[in-house]
């Protein structure tokens, strides 16, 4: 047998049923796009150098003001990272944010608030705050520290409150809860605090992770991809990204 005839058994072998065309597009396509994707991060990265170093004008200012409170959600196992998020805040900070506040759904930030906050405590540009201290007139960037047990706790306490209030009264009629209800009822425990401008998602998932939904109503929310690979320049651009977009909001 001849190597032509080996060759040609070896590859009838792998498609059995005559598929070998489509298979062989099949490579071909996922080849492409392989190459497609890698030649676009490859675009991405200096891209992103350019702007680090301000060799694009129009990323040079930012409308800061726009961004009066940001929120950096992280998936609980990135979240791990510490050095990476230390140094997420510390760009952050030399942008000129001065809100933040940091969520994953484990609480794995929380948990090592203490760490985080000692680590910047020598910069003298952070400061941790309570869920009912005030997020204005302070010197520096202020952090808030949550995770999905907030939300779980604040919906649980609302709940009671409105239970409370209104059925166990002797009105008999019942009244039908409104989204302004739950933000009262929210307000009332405590629990109302700012909602973000913008939201950055580090991680896998395209989503806000169980962000407090009533926090996040007129959030814009950008995917960043993994805080691994993170980059000043993509920090820049998705800030200015949404400083350019003009929102309106409805009644």
Known sequence: MGLGDKMQKAFCSMCPNGSCGARLCWHIMHLILSMWFYILGLVFMFESFLISNGLLKRYKTLNISKVQYLAIVIDSEEALQTLKVLNLLRWLAAIGLKSVCLYDKEGVLK????????RLKSEKRF??????????????????FISSSDGKEAVARAANFLLEKCYSSEIKEKPNFTESDMAD??????????????????????????????????????????LKYMKFGFLIKAIYNFTMVHQNYGT
Do not use: N
């Open 127 to 144: 400061k941790e705050i309570s869920r009912s201290d005030p997020l204005h007139d302070e010197k520096g960037m202020i952090l808030e």
């Open 111 to 118: 948990r090592s608030k203490q760490a985080i906050t000692e």
């Open 185 to 226: 009822a929210l307000r009332a425990i405590g629990y109302q605090s700012s909602d973000p401008d913008l939201m950055l998602v580090y991680g896998p998932s395209r989503c806000h992770l169980g962000f407090p939904a009533w926090r996040i109503r007129y959030t814009e929310i950008m995917h960043m991809g993994s």
